[in-house]
């Protein structure tokens, strides 16, 4: 067995410095302390005011006889109670773990109960470190002093190694500066490393996210197989104003508005079919669609969309037809009788008449121009168009075919011979907040196919229509007086490709050289079909609110009756297609829960509730004065420190608070020896002056790093 001088490191015969002292209970003398009287202490210079306390006033608070360990005081209860709140705190955290829990699924507005949950997840990160760094240094400390209470005892690197785990960092430097029980210490780092772990999950409890949900939806869609304002003379007068007004406006938009998705009155607009042949779905890229990508500028009304806002959004097919015209250029610089020739009596009927005045005479009459009966009524535009709507091919199932002409200044015309067909469609339509209604995708509808011939399509079906249309056409944004005209129309310049100034005056001049043969299709396709589309419904158009629903005046129907009749509305409103299986798609903010980060804060919580609640308990069985941890414990048994007998009961706390005005310093207390010895003395405040047990000064000397010590 090792001997004492081995254990503490002394050589063999080394005689080390262990004067005992004996104290005196104060009330055996007044007048002397352990053979030093008060009077002498103070004649040896002793300053009150300088020392941290005179035995005067050590005495009346120090114990006057044995005592119990921690008696029960009232600074006991209130470090008991402060002991049992601070066990039952990792509670909240559970509580906030349930209440996630609970959140999950639920929706974000409105919700009182998630917004305080959200704002005490943002203050847990700061909380429970804090909470954390109380409770598990506490129980270290307390199973410090319940470990030396044991009749086996402790080792010393083992209890030093619990005492100075007071936080992660404390942990880890004596881990390293012991180096002792590796075991212990690296349980203890895993222990404090649950501290930002759990601060961390109790922030991630619960996030915000989008739930999706579908449902039935009936909406309403204005049908394209509706009757035209112009199918009749009566309803041509009342309507030919409103529908010059829409196609107007829709040619006057700006461009970029020509190139969007839904038209000014944000309904969507019918995309043309890249392929009319194809019944497949053709994906719509909205990005990279052009005016011309576009049947009309004038779109479909959307009716019947309850709650649209930012959380709802529909999809729903809806039928249509558009008239898609194939042109190609029969001659340019076309003189008046050489434009006579192709368009002969017998063929072409729209009789109508456009008058080519020369060296104003009356000239040759072309078809185009609206002439009463007696005299001409002054209607000029710089273009005509005809059509063969009641020859014997067409009215067997053939195409309907159309002759543009356009005039070139010098009595002259570029001839244009169009075929046109009715295509019919399904439009897969997307509506959503803030962007309103839009084609997704689009294709030929299957019935009926567009190669049957388009006598039964609602744009030929009969002639008052076709004729309408075409007489009405080149006037629809504008027209001349007195003549012939001077300078092109309007919509002579927008197929001239004047098209974002159409409405500015140019002199007639000879058709441009560079414009294709697609290219004035698809225009004349789009100016053609907005001025028919104008016309089905020319009075509520702009009433285009996608929340309403149908009103009266209304015509409402199940599909549209195509290839059969029209859909007779009136001029007062428009048909209406019911769509009794679109898609209603809600989206809300509800909670989320992230399950992994719910696991982790309840098992970081659990470790800390078992130290909290064992941490209690070693508190209230531990038969030991708190004094392991203390600056105040360095003066238990000190020969350097003057103070009264006994108190050995007295925990570190109390007696810090009786010696609270004592001051000490570290120093050699040999300071003539060649090798001295360090202690911790009372000072009198004197420079190399300390106090020993039994009140006398004795010389000390500040420590020096050149100097060797015992």
């Given at each position: 067995?090792?001997?004492?001088?081995?254990?503490?490191?002394?050589?063999?015969?080394?005689?080390?410095?262990?004067?005992?002292?004996?104290?005196?209970?104060?009330?055996?003398?007044?007048?002397?302390?352990?053979?030093?009287?008060?009077?002498?202490?103070?004649?040896?210079?002793?300053?009150?005011?300088?020392?941290?306390?005179?035995?005067?006033?050590?005495?009346?608070?120090?114990?006057?006889?044995?005592?119990?360990?921690?008696?029960?005081?009232?600074?006991?209860?209130?470090?008991?109670?402060?002991?049992?709140?601070?066990?039952?705190?990792?509670?909240?955290?559970?509580?906030?773990?349930?209440?996630?829990?609970?959140?999950?699924?639920?929706?974000?507005?409105?919700?009182?109960?998630?917004?305080?949950?959200?704002?005490?997840?943002?203050?847990?990160?700061?909380?429970?470190?804090?909470?954390?760094?109380?409770?598990?240094?506490?129980?270290?400390?307390?199973?410090?002093?319940?470990?030396?209470?044991?009749?086996?005892?402790?080792?010393?690197?083992?209890?030093?190694?619990?005492?100075?785990?007071?936080?992660?960092?404390?942990?880890?430097?004596?881990?390293?500066?012991?180096?002792?029980?590796i075991s212990l210490g690296i349980m203890i780092l895993l222990t404090w490393a649950l501290s930002p772990l759990g601060g961390q999950s109790s922030s991630r409890l619960i996030f915000k996210t989008i739930q999706v949900s579908d449902s039935k939806a009936l909406v309403y869609y204005s049908t394209t197989d509706s009757e035209s304002a112009f199918a009749s003379a009566s309803d041509l007068q009342v309507a030919s104003t409103a529908t010059n007004s829409l196609f107007t406006s829709s040619l006057m938009a700006a461009e970029e508005q020509r190139r969007s998705m839904t038209d000014l009155w944000a309904r969507p607009r019918i995309p043309r079919l890249r392929n009319p042949s194809n019944d497949t779905w053709q994906t719509i890229d909205q990005a990279a669609m052009t005016e011309m990508d576009y049947a009309s500028l004038i779109g479909i009304k959307i009716l019947g969309l309850g709650n649209f806002n930012s959380t709802t959004s529909y999809n729903l097919t809806a039928e249509a037809t558009y008239n898609d015209l194939d042109c190609k250029q029969v001659q340019r610089g076309a003189s008046v009788n050489e434009t006579l020739a192709y368009i002969p009596v017998d063929r072409w009927?729209?009789?109508?008449?456009?008058?080519?005045?020369?060296?104003?005479?009356?000239?040759?009459?072309?078809?185009?121009?609206?002439?009463?009966?007696?005299?001409?009524?002054?209607?000029?535009?710089?273009?005509?168009?005809?059509?063969?709507?009641?020859?014997?091919?067409?009215?067997?199932?053939?195409?309907?075919?159309?002759?543009?002409?356009?005039?070139?200044?010098?009595?002259?015309?570029?001839?244009?011979?169009?075929?046109?067909?009715?295509?019919?469609?399904?439009?897969?339509?997307?509506?959503?907040?803030?962007?309103?209604?839009?084609?997704?995708?689009?294709?030929?509808?299957?019935?009926?196919?567009?190669?049957?011939?388009?006598?039964?399509s609602p744009f030929t079906l009969q002639i008052p229509v076709v004729h309408n249309i075409l007489v009405n056409f080149p006037f629809a944004a504008g027209f001349f007086d007195n003549g012939s005209p001077t300078y092109q129309s309007t919509i002579d310049n927008y197929l001239r490709g004047i098209t974002q100034f159409p409405f500015k005056l140019n002199y007639l001049s000879p058709w441009p050289t560079n414009i294709t043969d697609e290219a004035f299709s698809r225009r004349l396709t789009l100016l053609l079909n907005t001025f028919y589309y104008a016309s089905l419904d020319p009075f509520t158009a702009t009433d285009s609110n996608y929340s309403k629903f149908p009103v009266d005046t209304d015509h409402i129907v199940t599909q549209p009756v195509y290839p059969g009749g029209y859909l007779y509305s009136g001029y007062q409103g428009a048909s209406m297609v019911m769509v009794d299986n679109a898609t209603k798609t809600t989206r809300r903010e509800i909670y989320g829960l992230n399950r992994q980060w719910v696991t982790i804060l309840v098992m970081c919580t659990s470790i800390l509730q078992i130290l909290s609640l064992v941490g209690l308990v070693l508190r209230l069985t531990t038969p030991a004065p708190d004094i392991l941890d203390h600056a105040s414990s360095l003066t238990r048994e000190n020969p350097f420190i003057p103070v009264p007998r006994g108190g050995s009961a007295i925990g570190g706390p109390e007696r810090a608070r009786i010696l609270r005005r004592m001051r000490v310093?570290?120093?050699?207390?040999?300071?003539?020896?060649?090798?001295?010895?360090?202690?911790?003395?009372?000072?009198?405040?004197?420079?190399?002056?300390?106090?020993?047990?039994?009140?006398?000064?004795?010389?000390?000397?500040?420590?020096?790093?050149w100097k060797l010590y015992w």
């Open positions: 067995m090792a001997s004492y001088h081995e254990l503490n490191h002394l050589p063999q015969g080394q005689v080390e410095y262990d004067e005992r002292l004996q104290f005196v209970p104060v009330s055996e003398t007044t007048s002397s302390y352990n053979g030093a009287s008060i009077e002498d202490v103070s004649q040896k210079g002793l300053d009150k005011s300088m020392t941290a306390v005179a035995y005067e006033e050590v005495a009346p608070e120090w114990p006057q006889g044995p005592q119990k360990i921690a008696p029960k005081g009232y600074i006991w209860w209130i470090g008991t109670i402060g002991d049992f709140i601070l066990s039952v705190t990792p509670v909240a955290f559970f509580v906030i773990a349930a209440l996630a829990v609970q959140l999950e699924g639920q929706p974000t507005e409105n919700n009182k109960h998630g917004e305080s949950l959200v704002e005490a997840t943002k203050l847990a990160p700061t909380i429970y470190p804090i909470v954390f760094a109380a409770v598990a240094s506490r129980f270290y400390k307390i199973l410090g002093l319940w470990s030396t209470t044991r009749s086996r005892g402790i080792s010393i690197g083992a209890l030093e190694q619990i005492l100075g785990s007071q936080s992660f960092a404390g942990s880890l430097f004596r881990l390293f500066s012991v180096r002792s029980h009927t729209t009789p109508k008449y456009y008058v080519d005045k020369k060296n104003d005479t009356t000239g040759k009459r072309l078809p185009g121009y609206t002439e009463s009966s007696g005299s001409p009524d002054n209607k000029r535009a710089s273009f005509f168009v005809t059509s063969d709507f009641s020859t014997r091919e067409r009215t067997s199932g053939g195409h309907l075919h159309i002759m543009f002409g356009s005039h070139e200044g010098d009595h002259t015309y570029t001839l244009y011979n169009c075929t046109l067909r009715n295509v019919p469609l399904e439009i897969d339509i997307l509506c959503s907040s803030p962007l309103g209604c839009g084609a997704q995708r689009v294709r030929r509808s299957k019935s009926p196919q567009w190669d049957h011939g388009d006598a039964h310093k570290m120093a050699g207390v040999r300071p003539d020896d060649q090798i001295g010895y360090v202690a911790l003395v009372a000072t009198t405040g004197v420079l190399d002056q300390g106090v020993n047990a039994y009140g006398e000064v004795i010389p000390t000397r500040a420590l020096s790093r």
